[in-house]
């Protein structure tokens, strides 16, 4: 048994080590630098509570992005520095987000140990590779993302800390093969335990899911699907679930073997999702409205009621409908997963969504992209569970026109300027908040714009007080809301690596049901002209059009 002692190295600070709306994120040479993880995970160390450090069991992994293994090793040696007593590695360093919630939660060790909380090595959606995005983030032992006060807590020890512990002499630990590796420190025993997390998330599922109505529908000739998981870490789960459990074909998996640079697409932690019916998108806002408004009949873990919804601000108004037309709670918070997980400890909020593709439960603190899939095969199976030997079946296009007829329909549409100038887009924010001083200003604007665009109603920055913690979250877009439902919303994005992300909303509620099947494009073109005018984005990003339109 390895014995091992603690080192204090000496560190500087590092500029600019403010922890986002989901942790750290920076280009991977950045991260490369000497002591630029260790300075981030020391302050991380010290903003904790001593209980939550020693004698504690945390876990570290993440979505396998290049970097995420030496990532590992470092912070393996640094938890035994610090008086950790045990760690929890997802088997080669993989622990999708949603999984990574599921362990913190319900994870029960063989000592009958529990995880207090756990570094999770990823970026998101952002790209990966040596030359991409390389990130850490820190969530609590419910699961969910550091709460405001640890994040500003973290970032107030980067900016003065002065050494961090790390055991050096420990020696890396093979994080391919499962089991325990223990070592001896100066604190006394400390356990370092790789395993397989597929069958925890597998247990989770069941007890939320009806597996047989799912199984049933994958075993109809009528019925087709792939599941794609774009080389990120939720293959490691994929054949799990739909092959061992629901009897697919392995051939309706793609991409389903993780890689660094998760093959040159994005979202490698397996937290986000898009439906794909037929030749036919359901959105992001669309997709949770959809959930919650089948959820009792379809979802067995909601059968009896839904404690309440959620949605981030810049997500439509699709899910606002459905909460009022079956009488929910219903919440607007900021972008970030931690405002629902405090909605969720609360007893408020049993389903949430992003339009930036996240939708989730109160089954876990994160968002789910597995869960989400599995929610739209529930409903598949319950709407077709009397003819599913008929020769059509109930799709997801057909869904969601059932859906668009009850509800009305709220086109939408994203438009990001990624790495744009950070000052001009200071300024453009700045600008934006001063024309709203003037109502009546604002909307003699827009009529010189459009004479066809609604009168605007309502104007404010977003600020949100939370109902749990009293935390208040200032500067979270600038929001134009107009008489017939419509919306525009300015956001400076929070999960970029370098320079500034502007996003745009925009968003066209439209009750007739003769007009929601229209082109999304052409039924927003009104208020896409006016976005763009109103706001002077060419001039103050000198973009001439987006980057991405989702």
């Known amino acids: ?31 490369q630098q000497p002591n630029y993880l260790h300075n981030f995970v020391q302050s991380t160390f010290d903003a904790l509570t001593s209980e939550k450090v020693k004698g504690a069991t945390l876990v570290i ?20 520095a610090n008086g950790v007593r045990r760690i929890w590695v997802g088997l080669n360093g993989l622990l999708s987000m949603p999984t990574m919630s599921c362990v913190i939660r319900e994870r029960v060790g063989a000592d009958g140990s529990k995880a207090t909380g756990a570094f999770i090595l990823t970026a998101s959606h952002n790209p990966g590779g040596p030359h991409e995005d390389f990130g850490i983030k820190y969530n609590m032992e419910n699961g969910g993302p550091a709460p405001e006060a640890i994040s500003d807590k973290i970032y107030a020890n980067t900016k003065t800390t002065k050494e961090y512990l790390i055991a050096e002499s420990l020696p890396d630990v093979d994080i391919s093969t499962i089991g325990v590796t223990k070592f001896i420190g100066p604190e006394g025993s400390y356990d370092v335990e790789v395993f397989d997390s597929a069958s925890d998330y597998v247990k989770l599922m069941k007890s939320i899911f ?7 529908l994958l075993a109809s000739p009528k019925f087709t699907f792939c599941y794609d998981a774009l080389y990120g870490v939720v293959g490691a789960y994929a054949k799990s679930i739909f092959v061992e459990e629901f009897g697919a074909k392995e051939s309706s998996l793609l991409n389903c073997t993780p890689k660094e640079d998760f093959g040159g697409a994005a979202d490698g932690d397996a937290d986000r999702n898009m439906i794909l019916g037929k030749r036919f998108f359901v959105t992001p806002s669309d997709s949770a409205a959809i959930i919650a408004a089948n959820a009792i009949q379809s979802i067995p873990y909601f059968s009896s009621g839904l404690k309440g919804v959620a949605r981030s601000m810049p997500t439509s108004a699709a899910l606002d409908v459905v909460a009022h037309n079956l009488s929910l709670k219903f919440f607007e918070v ?46 598949l199976a319950y709407k ?5 030997n008929w020769d059509k079946l109930v799709t997801v296009e057909d869904i969601v026109h059932q859906h668009w007829a009850t509800y009305g329909r709220h086109f939408y549409a994203r438009y990001d300027y990624e790495n744009v100038d950070a000052a001009g887009a200071k300024e453009l924010m700045s600008y934006l908040v001063n024309i709203q001083s003037s109502l009546q200003e604002v909307n003699k604007i827009i009529k010189g714009i459009r004479l066809d665009v609604s009168d605007v109603v309502d104007v404010d920055e977003f600020e949100y007080k939370d109902l749990v913690d009293g935390s208040v979250s200032k500067h979270q877009g600038i929001r134009f809301l107009f008489a017939d439902g419509s919306r525009l919303v300015f956001r400076l994005s929070g999960t970029n690596s370098e320079g500034a992300t502007i996003r745009l909303y925009i968003e066209q509620y439209v009750k007739d049901s003769s007009k929601t099947s229209r082109d999304s494009q052409e039924a927003l073109a009104p208020l896409v002209e006016v976005a ?12 001439s059009a987006p980057i991405v339109i989702t």
């Not at 992994?61 to 035994?80: E, L, V, W």
Request: aromatic share 10%; proline share 2%; net charge positive.
């Open 334 to 379: 900021p972008t970030g997963w931690k405002f629902f997980g405090n909605l969720m400890d609360a007893g408020l909020c049993s389903i949430c969504g992003e339009e930036s593709f996240g939708i989730g439960s109160d089954h876990i603190h994160e968002k789910d992209g597995i869960w989400a899939v599995l929610a739209w095969l529930s409903i």
């Open 61 to 80: 992994s993440g979505d396998g992005r290049y970097f995420s293994k030496d990532a590992i090793q470092i912070i393996i040696k640094m938890a035994a």
């Open 1 to 31: 048994m390895v014995v091992f002692e603690v080192t204090r190295k000496e560190t500087t600070p590092f500029d600019g080590q403010k922890p986002g709306t989901s942790g750290l994120r920076k280009k991977v040479v950045v991260f």
């Open 384 to 388: 077709n569970k009397d003819n599913l």
């Open 532 to 543: 763009l005018k109103l706001s002077k984005i060419q001039k103050f990003t000198g973009r």
């Open 210 to 216: 009806d597996f047989e109505s799912i199984q049933k």
